[in-house]
């Protein structure tokens, strides 16, 4: 290969052919390569294309690059499948509610069948940045705050992307991303620095990443953010360093979008050719859309600023990828018109879309049992912008969905009625403005009405990329109504619609009943009147802890208890809080209800010792006293007493999800091993100390059973 070749295999562009609107996925920067793109194409100067759907049209670009350039390799197809293509699944944040990673495999694995059903080989996904600051738009792509369930759906989705065999030609490679620590960008505002210890760094935002690249994901993107001052995209101790040589990861590195090039604005690298030369040597294979290496590798290299073998290495890694992919082999794998036209929103597809979506909804709240209402008999009020809205079902980063036949709060509702007539629709508002009348309709339909279901929230342009915010509230306008509606004193069951956690606030906090839809996709109407009417119970449960105010951000349950710790609510003077809240969270992580009642039986701690080579299993008697079947999702955490470092006062270990009949019981077991109590100490060595443990069984972060084991000290001489 020539350098100029090995530069192309290294330079990855937005696709002009088979999407026309790729500025409002991404901001119009790089070359516009429409005239040239077949020339490059038979030049071997690029790797492949991105965001681009179409398998004809992709089909006759892959025979561009495999019977007319020189060296017939072939293209690699790419593009942001989240949560779903055509079919669109609740967006990752609100499926991590269902705290069923198995759910996600295979939402992830419909997804890969209709993305390469349409062209695509890779996705810049799973995106398992751990989000603990609400004010940054990107949570909405992830699994929530928590280390452990965002390991659990790291992998889940990895697994779901990729199949059995990365050759098959429904496989769709996964890229788990940011890497790393992008989560917590300082006042969670988009693209910004990240300040944080080691320790923090691996013990909470690195464990996603090993369990995706556990899980067998070839390929992770960088992230745009500098990590205490080094930029991601430059960061060889990380991509190289831990990635390749600790880890031993042989997929490729791919840069965020231009992010190569913004190492000049970090102040970093003093222009595009130094910004080059950084981002290779620091192990980023491939540039996306900047087109810096085509331009600079190849006179970095002839000049001997750059060895020739670290190029060489990141092109092999490239082409080991699409060998894997077996592209090699058949270049037009996932580029068949008819399997397109097959595994488009397939009925199986929406079955499970709306399986997923009534899975991620979280009842927070049901005073007096509100909730479920009835199919007949009873008057209903659907007030709010969301009520009929279509246009923000999907939820941020779904480029390419397909809502023609999205259902919506309306639609489903008025399905699933026994009396359609009996409910009435009114807007109310718009999501940021007023609208004449609007609030004295509201207001009339819900004196009308035997109950009020408020479908308020956010926009999808609200959440996601470039998405951040200053505060987590409601719209101005939406909270009036809802004071105006919940005036009426007609009871309100409140559907709430967002991509973050939010600060609730008068009387939407003080509501009858709760529910978190976040963006369910396409089957959203179905999926909430599901539940809404009681065909299924609710089973979410929170990934994100809902602050009582948001000043409390950035905020986790995994807190450190402080040396002076607020453990009375009646107790403010003097203790780590804030004047006017409490820390604690408003809903907790891992809240949610059913509409059934669940009673947990003392703890059986097994003994309570844990012998240092050993395991111990703790169990719970759980017992539904509610009236109807329901499922309850066991969740155990653990506080290291006494450590050598101020531990988190608890921490997730273990996640059951249990189904139960009316009046039946079961026993709860989890096992629980050293590797589990295990932290990263003051020198960075990863341990687990010996001594007091406690371990709560329970439904959420701050509730539950308790007991107390010991990890005891290793044997003499062991």
């Known amino acids: ?122 996705t810049f996904a799973p995106m398992v940045d751990i989000g603990r600051d609400q004010r940054w738009g990107r949570v909405a792509e992830g699994a929530g705050e928590d280390p452990y369930l965002g390991s659990l759906f790291a992998a889940a989705r990895v697994r779901g992307f990729q199949g059995r065999r990365l050759s098959d030609a429904d496989s769709l490679l996964a890229c788990p991303k ?32 090993k369990a995706a690249f556990d899980a067998g994901a070839m390929s992770s993107m960088s992230g745009f953010n500098d990590l205490n001052g080094v930029p991601l995209t430059a960061h060889r101790p990380l991509l190289s360093g831990l990635l390749r040589d600790q880890w031993k990861f042989r997929g490729v590195v791919v840069s965020d979008y231009t992010a190569d090039r913004e190492l000049v604005m970090h102040g970093v690298a003093t222009d595009d050719r130094d910004a080059t030369r950084q981002a290779i040597l620091a192990g980023v294979d491939i540039s996306m859309q900047s087109d810096l290496y085509n331009q600079h590798l190849p006179s970095l290299v002839s000049s001997g600023e750059l060895p020739l073998a670290v190029v060489d290495e990141a092109v092999r890694r490239v082409l080991r990828v699409k060998q894997l992919l077996g592209l090699f082999d058949d270049p037009y794998r996932s580029l068949d018109p008819a399997v397109q036209k097959r595994d488009t929103q397939t009925a199986a597809a929406r079955d499970l879309a709306r399986e997923s979506a009534r899975a991620s909804i979280v009842l927070l709240k049901n005073k007096d049992d509100v909730l479920p209402l009835r199919k007949s008999g009873q008057k209903i009020a659907l007030i709010g912008p969301f009520g009929a809205d279509v246009a923000n079902l999907a939820g941020p980063w779904a480029p390419f969905a397909d809502m023609k036949d999205a259902v919506s709060v309306e639609q489903g509702l008025r399905k699933a009625l ?7 629709t009114v807007k109310g508002c718009d999501p940021e403005r007023e609208i004449r009348g609007g609030f004295d309709k509201a207001v009339a339909a819900a004196r009308a009405a035997d109950v009020v279901l408020l479908a308020i929230g956010e926009t999808q342009d609200m959440s996601g990329e470039a998405a951040s915010q200053t505060d987590i509230l409601l719209p101005i306008v939406q909270q009036k109504l809802a004071e105006a509606v919940i005036g009426t004193g007609t009871p309100v069951v409140v559907l709430l619609r967002n991509g973050r956690a939010l600060a609730l606030e008068g009387a939407v906090r003080d509501a009858r009943a709760l529910l978190v839809t976040w963006f369910l996709g396409v089957e959203t109407g179905n999926a909430i009147a599901d539940i809404v009417f009681g065909d299924h119970s609710p089973s979410g449960r929170l990934p994100v802890s809902f602050p009582q105010a948001a000043g409390q951000q950035p905020f986790s349950y995994a807190h450190r208890p402080t040396g002076r710790p607020q453990v009375a609510a009646e107790d403010p003077f003097w203790k780590a809080r804030y004047r006017h809240v409490t820390n604690a969270a408003l809903f907790a992580f891992g809240h949610g209800l059913t509409y059934s009642r669940f009673e947990y039986g003392e703890p059986d701690v097994g003994g309570g010792t844990m012998a240092w080579d050993g395991s111990l299993t703790v169990r719970v008697k759980l017992t539904n006293t509610g009236s109807r079947e329901a499922e309850e999702t066991v969740q155990l955490y653990v506080h290291d007493r006494v450590a050598s470092l101020s531990r988190p006062v608890r921490e997730l270990k273990g996640v059951r999800k249990v189904r139960l009949a009316a009046g039946a019981s079961g026993v709860v077991a989890f096992t629980l091993n050293r590797e589990q109590l295990s932290f990263h100490d003051a020198r960075m060595n990863l341990v687990a100390e010996p001594g007091e443990f406690e371990v709560w069984l329970a439904p959420s972060a701050t509730s539950g059973v308790a007991g107390i084991f010991v990890l005891e000290p290793p044997a003499p001489g062991g």
């Open 178 to 209: 940011h890497f790393v620590g992008y989560g917590a960008a300082v006042g969670g505002m988009e693209y910004n620095s990240v300040e944080m210890s080691e320790q923090t760094l691996h013990d909470v935002y690195l464990p996603p990443f």
């Open 418 to 424: 026994l009396d359609p007539a009996l409910l009435k």
């Open 1 to 122: 290969m020539t350098l100029e070749e090995k530069a192309g295999q290294l330079s990855l562009f937005a696709d002009p052919i088979r999407i026309g609107t790729q500025n409002r996925i991404n901001p119009d920067a790089g070359p516009r390569i429409d005239e040239g793109l077949a020339q490059r194409i038979r030049e071997g100067r690029l790797v492949g294309l991105f965001n681009g759907t179409g398998a004809a049209a992709g089909r006759e670009l892959q025979r561009l690059a495999v019977e007319e350039s020189r060296l017939k390799i072939p293209l690699l197809f790419g593009a942001d499948v989240l949560h779903g293509l055509r079919t669109v699944f609740p967006i990752p944040l609100g499926e991590a509610a269902s705290f069923d990673p198995a759910l996600a495999e295979r939402t992830a694995r419909a997804a890969a069948v209709e993305a390469t059903a349409h062209g695509i080989h890779w």
